[in-house]
């Protein structure tokens, strides 16, 4: 499975405003897919309080005090800016790399430090 800008924003945002729950019970894409990028976040430090498990093909969640973590804010002030989704989207392309956490990380690092 690829990484999906949009799901991780949205999940980032949704953890941060209190409010995960409510916006995996209301998901209308493709719940696994939603739950796999829930899990990637967790097993790397992004946000804490949820345990995602794969059962039978497919993945479960539970929840206690969801809450993002100094790398889930960071990752999710990149991800607000339009201009730094849209670079690493790009550079991605240009590299033909695999969208990982990591590659998205240090695109958001190099864009901000381009900016100091």
Do not use: W
């Not at 953890?15 to 097993?43: A, F, P, S």
């Not at 002030?77 to 240009?94: P, R, T």
């Amino acid at each position: 499975m690829e990484l999906d800008l949009t799901i991780l924003f949205n999940l980032l945002k949704s953890t941060q405003d209190g409010v995960l729950n409510e916006y995996l019970d209301r998901y209308n894409g493709d719940e696994q897919l939603c739950l796999y990028h829930l899990e990637i976040l967790c097993d790397e430090g992004y946000i804490k309080g949820v345990t995602v498990k794969e059962s039978s093909c497919s993945f479960v969640y539970g929840t206690t005090l969801p809450r993002l973590t100094m790398k889930g804010h960071e990752m999710l002030n990149g991800l607000k800016d339009l201009k730094v989704v849209s670079v690493i989207k790009k550079k991605a392309k240009e590299l033909g790399q695999n969208m990982t956490l990591h590659f998205v990380n240090a695109c958001i690092s190099s864009f901000v430090e381009k900016l100091l």
